[in-house]
């Protein structure tokens, strides 16, 4: 079954007999004063909302640049360490050609073998001097 379209008119007298909605009332200018709450409130937890992330995130960034520093100091220790035993080498073999310039000398070589000495590179066997406790006599030995 189809209804008719209501007229405009019908419209509005039944619009006009319905029940006006309720108004809320108007607050006065100046609100009452509330009551103490008696009830306890649980404390505030300062680790809640956005401290926590914070905290976490500063620690983390803290860390890594901890780390970072140390790890720059260490590489730095190694490279001075790597610069110092290369010092000392260049020192070394400076010095070992200044002590082959010198007892390469002539009158130095001359002057060792005049009291008995040689340079253990050209010998092929270590010659050692022993004192026997026995008579108190020294006696040459080769080691082999």
Do not use: Y
């Amino acid at each position: 079954m189809k209804t008719l379209p209501r007229s405009r008119a019908e419209v509005a007298n039944q619009n006009a007999r319905a029940e006006p909605l309720p108004h809320k009332p108007k607050r006065s200018a100046s609100p009452t004063p509330r009551a103490a709450d008696t009830t306890s409130r649980p404390p505030k937890r300062w680790l809640t909302g956005a401290a926590l992330p914070t905290s976490l995130c500063l620690l983390f960034i803290s860390l890594h640049l901890t780390l970072i520093a140390l790890l720059n100091w260490e590489s730095a220790r190694r490279a001075w360490l790597e610069k110092e035993a290369q010092r000392l080498q260049q020192q070394n073999e400076a010095l070992r050609a200044r002590l082959n310039a010198l007892s390469a000398e002539p009158w130095v070589r001359h002057w060792a073998e005049a009291h008995g000495m040689v340079r253990a590179e050209t010998r092929s066997a270590q010659i050692i001097q022993i004192r026997k406790a026995a008579n108190g006599r020294w006696q040459v030995a080769s080691g082999k």
